[in-house]
């Protein structure tokens, strides 16, 4: 089992900026990834970025080049940062734990929100 606390999120204007962090416990495991997903109401569940024990990250197209992922291996801890904020960027953000060495599984974090005023 993996076990993933959550912190950041809440209210921005419009061009702000906001910093999430995510930090895994438990089974890890050797080779993983960690990242972020959202969700907005009446929406499907999309990619924000993930990042990989090795250092690889990947963007969902919508924040390239005004999101960065970051992770820091000895706390096991993801960051994102959020920057130029968009009130489309509002959703429930999820942390997610992939472990990819055996047992492949993944984890999700309860959501934060995300909400940026226009």
């Known amino acids: 089992q993996v076990q993933l606390v959550e912190s950041g999120g809440g209210l921005v204007q419009a061009g702000g900026s906001l910093r999430l962090s995510c930090a895994a416990s438990?089974?890890?495991?050797?080779?993983?990834?960690m990242g972020w997903y959202r969700q907005a109401p009446g929406k499907q569940r999309e990619l924000v970025a993930l990042?990989?024990?090795?250092?690889?990250?990947n963007y969902g197209d919508s924040v390239k080049g005004r999101f960065a992922i970051s992770r820091d291996n000895a706390k096991n801890t993801v960051y994102l940062q959020m920057n130029s904020l968009k009130p489309e960027d509002t959703a429930v953000y999820y942390c997610?734990?992939?472990?990819?060495?055996?047992?492949?599984?993944?984890?999700w974090g309860q959501g934060t929100q995300v909400t940026v005023s226009s």
């Open positions: 997610i734990f992939r472990r990819i060495s055996a047992p492949r599984d993944d984890y």
């Open positions: 990042i990989y024990s090795g250092g690889t990250s």
């Open positions: 438990g089974s890890i495991g050797s080779i993983n990834a």
